[in-house]
Each structure stands twice: as structure tokens, then as C-alpha cells.
């Protein structure tokens, strides 16, 4: 079974930084492209990062581009966002994303872990 | 602004049909056969649920279904169920921007 977890939300000030991971099981991570994606509370999805299977190319949304830094580690099956001078718009879900391979469709997303950005 | 427009809301009774359109442009929906359907209900991570326009993942009931005329996909759902209820989000893979989706649609069962 397919499984994406996320982990790394809670609160951070205006400023400051978190680290969100995803462990994934179920299949072999180095297979696939994955992706971010974030929901801010009552709005709809917006996508935030895109890595290739083998850590490269890299995308970034021009809302978090210079600020977020993606990575992964095939070998411990796990993706990774690193956040910086987070804002207040950065509160959101932030979903882990499976990329199937075919014209960029996401096939399976996680549960989300929630960042709160607030003073 | 969401790249993709949805209707904010629909809603139906049990055992009838809605219908769920998503209009992009030429660059998008209308120069690509590759329009998913996401459903996410309270709380949960998106389920992909239709794919490549009209392709329905395993396990994913019948009762789904999905189109394209144009610039505009839409998701059917027939026979609705309580279940259904959810949001029901359109996405299409677009030739000027890395992954867009539409700004979802909230399907209440009346």
C-alpha cells in the first residue's frame, strides 16, 4: 500500500523557519518525482515544489522561490522542505505529493501536516 | 486566483446526477488530454479519482466519470450518494506553468 506521511508542522513567528519531512513506503521513492503542495485554511490547492527523482530539476512556486529549499533522501525514503523567513501567507496544509511520471499528475497525496506562521 | 475555474459549490440530491465543470485555455485543458479530478473530504489529503480526462484509477466507483468539449473538462457523478459530499478540485498539466489546479468546488448531498 501506497503511503505518504508528513511530519514537521506546528508554529513559527513571522520570520522564522520549520522543516517539514514526508516518509513514504510502499513503493521505492528513487522511482518517482515528488512534489509539495500546500491549502491555506478555506482556499484551494496551490502547488509549492517540484524534485526530480534523483534530486534534480528542482521548481519552486514564484511565492516561495529563494525562501523554501526541497531535497530528498532515496536511501531513508524520505522528501523534505525546508522553510525560511516564513510569512504569514505560508499558513497552509502542506500536502506530500506522488508524481506519476505522466504530464506532471499527482496519484497519491498525504495527509497534510499544518503550519501556522503567526506572532 | 486559481489557474483553473470552478464553480464555487454544487449540490444534488441522492440517486441523481451533477456535474462539476473546470475551464482552463488552449495552453491547458484545451491543448491536452491530461485532466485529473482530485475529491477530498474534511480533514484528508486529495484522492485522485478520474485521470487523463476520462480514466478512472482502480478501485474508483463507476459512478465517476469525466469529459473534455474544448477548453472546459467536466467530472459527472451519477446515482449520488452521502458519501460523495467532499470538495472535487480539476487539474491539467499546462504548457506555461509547472502544475495548476482549479479553486475547487464544494458538493453538498442534499
Known amino acids: 500500500e501506497v503511503q505518504l506521511v508528513e511530519s514537521g508542522g506546528g508554529v513559527a513567528q513571522p520570520g522564522g523557519s520549520l522543516r517539514l519531512s514526508c516518509a513514504v513506503s510502499?513503493?521505492?521513492?528513487?522511482?518517482?518525482?515528488m512534489k509539495w503542495v500546500r491549502q491555506a485554511p478555506g482556499k484551494g490547492l496551490e502547488w509549492v515544489s517540484y524534485?526530480?527523482?534523483?534530486?534534480?530539476?528542482?521548481y519552486y512556486a514564484d511565492s516561495v522561490r529563494g525562501r523554501f529549499t526541497i531535497s530528498r533522501d532515496n536511501a531513508r525514503n524520505s522528501l523534505y522542505l525546508q522553510m525560511d523567513s516564513l510569512r504569514d501567507d505560508d499558513t497552509a496544509v502542506y500536502y506530500c505529493?506522488?508524481?506519476?511520471?505522466?504530464?506532471?499528475?499527482?496519484?497519491?497525496w498525504g495527509q497534510g501536516t499544518l503550519v501556522t506562521v503567526s506572532s | 486566483q486559481s489557474a483553473l475555474t470552478q464553480p464555487a459549490s454544487v449540490s444534488g440530491s441522492p440517486g441523481q446526477s451533477i456535474t462539476v465543470s473546470c475551464t482552463g485555455t488552449?495552453?491547458?485543458?484545451?491543448?491536452?488530454?491530461?485532466v485529473s479530478w482530485y475529491q477530498q473530504h474534511p480533514g484528508k489529503g486529495p484522492k485522485l479519482i478520474i485521470y487523463?480526462?476520462?480514466n478512472r484509477p482502480a478501485g474508483v466507483s463507476n459512478r465517476f466519470s469525466g469529459s473534455k468539449s474544448g477548453n472546459t473538462a467536466s467530472l459527472t457523478i451519477s446515482g449520488l450518494q452521502a458519501e460523495d459530499e467532499a470538495d472535487y478540485y480539476c487539474?491539467?498539466?499546462?504548457?506555461?506553468?509547472?502544475?495548476?489546479f482549479g479553486g475547487g468546488s464544494r458538493l453538498t448531498v442534499l
Open positions: 505529493a506522488r508524481d506519476s511520471g505522466y504530464a506532471g499528475r499527482i496519484d497519491y
Open positions: 510502499g513503493f521505492p521513492l528513487s522511482n518517482y518525482h
Open positions: 524534485i526530480g527523482r534523483s534530486g534534480g530539476p528542482i
Open positions: 488552449s495552453n491547458d485543458i484545451g491543448g491536452y488530454d491530461y
Open positions: 487523463d480526462v476520462n
Open positions: 487539474s491539467s498539466y499546462s504548457d506555461i506553468d509547472t502544475h495548476i
